[in-house]
């Protein structure tokens, strides 16, 4: 690893020998040929990656080749999102395409990310593609939340925590942790959800954001009903924006068919 990676088939195996020699399990790991297996090794490895410190010249890299990963898979700036109504939009893809002010980041409790390999949930494609900085920042501030409530602390249901966005097209990212429903839908799973978009959205005020992106927050494996999660994520977003008198640009980022139709539905 002593020559400088100029091409992104250099800084791929760069950054493959580097996560490996960084790692205590898989120093020994093979290495296959084909770059999308290496493109799956070296995420895996960067998802199982504990917070911590990383040489500054494998930052450097990994930096420039998520940078370019970014541009390859294409940038999506907010000019290119049509306004359906009073500021707000749909948008059907990958939430780390955009580039926006906020996006907001569907996390668990202990707001480190997911760190099973090349999972698919979101929380594993913004940790992945933001770089391992953003794992590093987000154990920083829950080790000074531990400090201040205990050793046990785990971020509640509808409190966001905002950190930068790094290697993201997005300026930062907004973590929130939604209800889980198990069982039947309640009134309190319903008040936690509206909770997490008004949170998000007064964190994002604070910090001037003025454009931000919502994920389907607690639909998929937190099994809230993808129909009432979108009309309460509707409906909070807008009696908020009314409220504040706020000019924030706001756009619901999809990725299944079923959801751009209900969003369509709702705000048409």
């Known amino acids: 690893m002593n020559k400088t990676p100029n091409t992104q088939d250099e800084r791929l195996d760069y950054l493959v020998d580097a996560f490996k020699e960084d790692s205590d399990d898989y120093k020994q790991l093979a290495v296959p040929e084909r770059v999308e297996e290496k493109r799956r090794i070296l995420r895996s ?13 494998v930052l450097r890299v990994q ?6 990963r970014a541009a390859e898979k294409g940038v999506v700036q907010l000019s290119d999102i049509p306004v359906i109504r009073d500021g707000l939009s749909i948008w059907q893809g990958d939430i780390t395409r955009l580039a ?3 996006i907001v980041n569907a996390a668990n ?7 099973v390999p090349m999972h698919n949930c979101i929380d594993n494609c913004i940790h992945t593609f933001a770089g391992v900085q953003l794992r590093a920042e987000c154990n920083r ?7 201040r409530y205990g050793g046990n602390y785990e971020q509640p249901t509808a409190l966001p925590m905002i950190t930068e966005g790094y290697n993201l097209p997005a300026k930062k990212v907004i973590h929130v942790v939604g209800p889980i429903v198990h ?3 309640t009134k309190q799973h319903e008040e936690l959800l509206a909770s997490c978009y008004k949170s998000c959205l007064n964190l994002a005020a604070e910090n001037g954001v003025d454009s931000i992106a919502f994920c389907c927050i607690s639909t998929g494996v937190f099994m809230f009903p993808n129909e009432r999660a979108a009309e309460i994520a509707v409906d909070t977003v807008e009696g908020w924006l009314k409220e504040n008198n706020s000019h924030m640009r706001v756009i619901f980022n999809v990725f299944k068919d079923e959801d751009l139709e209900i969003y369509r539905r709702l705000l048409q």
């Open 45 to 57: 490895l960067m998802n199982i990656r504990m917070p911590g410190e990383l040489r500054e010249d």
């Open 63 to 68: 930096d420039e080749y998520l940078k370019e």
């Open 100 to 102: 926006v002010d906020a």
């Open 109 to 115: 409790s202990q707001m480190l990310g997911c760190f």
């Open 141 to 147: 501030k829950m080790n000074n939340l531990r400090m």
């Open 183 to 185: 069982g039947s839908l």
